[in-house]
């Protein structure tokens, strides 16, 4: 089964917390901090797998969780940082966070990567905050939270030449003979629901990949019938052989079909009709097909040598279209890959969006007052408050943010509850 467009949901793994620990040994007199720091969590890392066409292997997979770090442990030993989750995806993957409608990728060539959700930091331990003044710190920080999207995949088919055309003008056929794929093809009118791809291989050892594209319809840019899971596979070819029939018995104008599939090319992407295109008049073996083909290039100001007349029946001139492709393909501006000067550039990351500097404080009621902020909030979800070192490290925090004062302007008193997500306490 062909699938191109799914929702997925993806979390990655939490950091794990630091320790709080000292060292007690024989003959160590204060040994002092010992707390090590937390593992990372795992990411969400999606890869380029080129021997994939679909995206079916997600029809019942849809949520993926990354594994947490270790917690740290004593004697400063480090938690163990947790393994990335990879998942596999075709070439031509488009990803889209779907909360924000940006898109975040579009992994085009093998082995591409891309950061969809990364793993929380661990948290420091204790023996990253001794100082002259406090020696014996009882102060860690939890692990940060893994991020978390609900994103979607859209495919759109890689090839080099694409075929266009109304339903039953013998796209898949032309397929079949020119390539070892098999689409299904019926004795009657029939389009193709799927693109089917297949690779072109002459005999002086050029090739290129080959992909029957779904039938269009009139309307199909604004929708009509399956619209836009057709075109969108159109976007991405170099070349498209562009198939009229010719047969003179199927109550259709040639000229009206060429006319009218140009048209919804150039109402979906003007730029797509820029390209190399190829007219190539099909079913020239039945009865009537020359002469009616004379008309359509009379009607159009067409010379002979800017139609290409094929039967896939009897394979007439099929291979002189596929040897004049490869020509076109030849002479197009080929496209530099990106280089990457270092590791880091191997993988990709997902754009991070900026925390607001805004502090906002809601009255809930008259002695109640919300703290709304992300930097508040990852404060809060890092503090180990299970120690009095820890508390006071974290109200430190808040007034060098300025909370303290956006509560004051707020009108919030001593004595008063603070609510920040679903902690509280009282306004000092």
């Known amino acids: 089964m062909f699938v191109d467009n799914v929702t997925i949901t993806v979390k990655a793994g939490k950091g794990g917390d630091g320790a709080v620990a000292f060292r007690h040994e024989k003959y160590v007199p204060n040994g002092g901090p010992a707390g090590g720091d937390g593992g990372n969590g795992g990411s969400i890392i999606l890869k380029v797998d080129a021997g994939l066409r ?8 849809r949520h993926f969780q990354a594994p947490a770090g270790g917690q740290g442990m004593i004697k400063s030993m480090h938690g163990a ?9 075709p070439p031509g993957t ?4 779907l909360d924000s409608n940006e898109i975040l990728g579009d992994l085009t060539s093998n082995d591409q990567e891309l950061v969809v959700a990364r793993g929380g930091h661990g948290g420091r331990g204790n023996i990253h905050f001794a100082n002259s003044r406090n020696t014996a710190p009882e102060v860690a920080e939890n692990g940060e939270l893994g991020e978390q999207r609900s994103i979607s995949l859209e495919l759109r088919v890689i090839a080099d030449v694409g075929l266009v055309g109304l339903p039953s003008v013998g796209k898949s056929t032309l397929l079949s003979v020119a390539t070892a794929a098999k689409p299904k ?5 029939f389009t193709t629901l799927t693109p089917n791809l297949g690779m072109v291989q002459l005999e002086d050892g050029r090739d290129f990949v080959l992909a029957d594209l779904p039938g269009l319809i009139t309307g199909a840019s604004q929708g009509v019938g399956l619209g836009f899971q057709f075109l969108r596979h159109i976007e991405r070819t170099h070349v498209i052989l562009h198939l009229v029939e010719m047969d003179p018995n199927n109550g259709r104008d040639p000229v009206t079909d060429y006319q009218q599939i140009r048209q919804e090319l150039q109402n979906y992407d003007p730029q797509i009709l820029q390209r190399p295109q190829v007219i190539v008049a099909t079913k020239m073996d039945l009865s009537g097909s020359k002469q009616r083909l004379t008309d359509f290039m009379k009607q159009l100001n067409l010379n002979a040598q800017d139609v290409y007349q094929i039967s896939s029946v009897t394979h007439q001139g099929v291979q002189e279209l596929m040897r004049h492709t490869a020509d ?3 002479k197009l501006p080929e496209t530099q890959p990106q280089k990457q000067s270092d590791t880091e550039q191997k993988k990709l990351y997902c754009y991070q969006k900026n925390d607001a500097d805004e502090i906002k404080v809601e009255k809930l009621d008259e002695h109640t007052y919300q703290v709304i902020n992300a930097a508040v909030s990852r404060l809060l979800q ?11 490290r ?9 909370v303290d004062e956006a509560l004051m302007k707020a009108g919030a008193q001593t004595g008063d509850t603070v609510v920040i997500d679903d902690f509280e306490f009282e306004f000092m």
Do not use: C, E, P
């Not at 679909?54 to 997979?61: G, K, Q």
């Not at 488009?94 to 966070?97: F, G, H, L, P, S």
């Not at 890092?382 to 006071?392: H, K, V």
């Open 81 to 89: 940082n947790a393994k990335d989750i990879y998942i596999s995806v």
């Open 328 to 330: 076109l393909l030849a």
């Open 382 to 392: 890092r503090s180990n408050l299970n120690y009095q070192d820890g508390i006071m």
């Open 94 to 97: 488009i990803v889209k966070d």
């Open 185 to 189: 093809i019926a004795a009657y009118h």
């Open 54 to 61: 679909t995206l079916m292997d997600f029809r019942y997979h």
């Open 394 to 402: 974290f109200a430190r925090k808040l007034q060098n943010l300025g």
